[in-house]
């Protein structure tokens, strides 16, 4: 069955945007049976072609009659990078409009690896990791970008994606909000690591499956077999493992029928990633207090601080395990999380530093401009008249409101979905050979290198004693110093020295190396 590549980017999305109903496998089969080509061979898509022959002007509508509910609209736009050719986008489900961007490499997009990108919250937008740390253009401020040499599709091609709903430019018709429900035994917790998110108006309930990719690159000429990696930064360390599951269970079913060549998963990527609250929240003396101070020797807080804060380790790691882990109780885990962050998070957060990066001062606010006023001209320059036109975002609903929504990201934390950790994900992953890298930035405070590699060490699959046996050791870049480094047959921790919990922002030369020796498979 011949599919185009504006065939591929409506498969690209598909089996994220099922409704999961009461009969959630019949959506996803219907994919399944399309892919294997068991679908009828006079079914194609509407319009076909090639993805450069798009208008820059309007969005062309990609339907399929298998999937009357849904469609991609893309254009062709200058927008960031006038140096590639790239496109922008919704996935349409319903009332629901995801936003994505997509940006070719600038060295060979058709042999290039390609990555898809999301930042984490949750409900933070990926234009910040557009913006300021991995894309091809810099904010400068309301009105003006600059070029990035350092960015991630040097060699790559990118998908930066806006999810779930309500984050950046995905939004919803007729006022409709996100609620996220935890159900501990939700068919989608395969899916959405035991996270259902509705939809909610006039107590009509719809599921929503996130936007995690892809089941068809294969289809594609240009992209069929490339390596594929799934990144992102923070609350993505949650995302990406489940995501990344998800998809590899998927392309079983491709394998095993023989039609189709799978995606291609390559490896996971994440950056100061939060994947386990529990674990992570005693690490935070160690950075405040102890030997891995910024800078080396020079705590954060006084003498008094840090010995009130070593006193309330025992008893703040007892209640999460009891409240949060073993017995799951939401009222219980809220008050041994309102005692953790009191006595571990709090002191710092009140000290003035930036809690993102500990040799810095936070300024404009850590609500306000997540302590990087620059942060704040995005938005600004995202609701631009004319950029929204060029990225085709003018419906009066889809206004790019703030970086982060906190509505999202109470809905999240109000499901204790943050409690759940996704080290079974990983394990699993690395045992099916699925690389998976966890590089952390020195002067993160919140998701912290040294929490990064206790993760590392503590994930139980078949390398595990190898890796711990390994050690750390320096890594270099032209011979200086970048960062610690540990690896064993598929994982690899690196830490970046000087680097905050934005790593490519603080030091993009140093993470372009880290990704490109990565994405080519050489040691660091």
């Not at 938005?379 to 906190?406: H, Q, V, W």
């Not at 499901?415 to 759940?420: E, F, I």
Request: charged letters at 20%; hydrophobic letters at 35%; a neutral charge.
């Amino acid at each position: 069955m011949r599919t185009s590549r504006l065939g591929l980017v409506v498969l690209l999305f598909l089996p994220s945007v099922l409704p999961l109903g009461s009969s959630p496998l019949n959506g996803q089969q219907l994919v399944f049976d399309y892919l294997l080509g068991k679908a009828s061979e006079a079914v194609q898509f509407e319009p076909s072609g090639q993805l450069s022959t798009l208008s820059e002007t309007k969005f062309t509508p990609l339907k399929h009659p298998a999937f009357p509910r849904h469609q991609v609209r893309i254009k062709k736009t200058k927008f960031c990078d006038g140096t590639v050719k790239s496109y922008t986008g919704y996935v349409d489900i319903g009332t629901r409009h995801l936003f994505f961007l997509l940006l070719e490499s600038r060295r060979d997009p058709h042999k290039d690896d390609v990555i898809l990108w999301t930042n984490g919250g949750p409900g933070c937008s990926s234009a910040l990791g557009l913006f300021m740390e991995l894309g091809p253009c810099r904010i400068v401020d309301a009105n003006n970008t600059k070029f990035h040499p350092e960015s991630w599709n040097s060699n790559a091609n990118i998908f930066f994606i806006d999810q779930p709903i309500g984050v950046g430019f995905s939004y919803a018709d007729f006022g409709e909000h996100v609620v996220c429900r935890f159900r501990y035994w939700s068919f989608t917790e395969n899916i959405t690591s035991r996270l259902t998110c509705t939809r909610e108006r006039r107590k009509k309930r719809l599921r929503i499956s996130p936007p995690l990719s892809t089941s068809s690159l294969n289809t594609s000429a240009q992209f069929k077999g490339r390596p594929f990696h799934m990144a992102g930064e923070s609350y993505a360390g949650r995302y990406l493992p489940v995501y990344a599951a998800h998809l590899y269970d998927y392309d079983r079913r491709l394998k095993e029928g023989g039609w189709l060549t799978p995606v291609n998963l390559s490896s996971v990527m994440i950056g100061n990633g939060m994947p386990d609250y529990v674990l992570m929240m005693p690490t935070y003396y160690e950075m405040a207090c102890a030997g891995a101070t910024v800078p080396p020797g020079h705590p954060v807080l006084s003498i008094t601080e840090c010995v009130r804060m070593k006193q309330a380790i025992p008893r703040c790691t007892k209640l999460l395990q009891d409240g949060c882990v073993d017995t799951f109780d939401k009222l219980y885990c809220q008050t041994a999380v309102a005692f953790c962050e009191s006595e571990m998070m709090d002191p710092v957060l009140s000290s003035g530093v930036n809690p993102y990066d500990l040799s810095s001062p936070c300024e404009g606010g850590l609500d306000d401009a997540l302590c990087y006023p620059l942060s704040k001209y995005i938005p600004a320059y995202l609701n631009k008249t004319e950029t929204r036109k060029e990225l085709g975002a003018e419906n009066d609903i889809d206004i790019f409101e703030t970086m982060c929504s906190d509505e999202v990201m109470t809905d999240f934390l109000d499901s204790m979905d943050r409690y759940k950790p996704t080290r079974h994900y990983v394990s699993n992953l690395l045992d099916r050979g699925i690389r998976v890298l966890m590089y952390a930035g020195g002067t993160d405070f919140f998701a912290n290198h040294i929490g990064t590699e206790k993760w590392a060490l503590d994930l139980d699959w078949s390398g595990q004693q190898e890796f711990k046996k390994r050690g750390s050791r320096d890594w270099h870049i032209h011979g200086k110093k970048a960062g610690k480094t540990r690896s064993y047959n598929g994982l690899t921790f690196a830490s970046i020295v000087g680097a905050g919990h934005m790593a490519p922002y603080d030091k993009p030369f140093e993470s372009l190396a880290l990704v490109r020796r990565w994405m080519a498979g050489e040691p660091l």
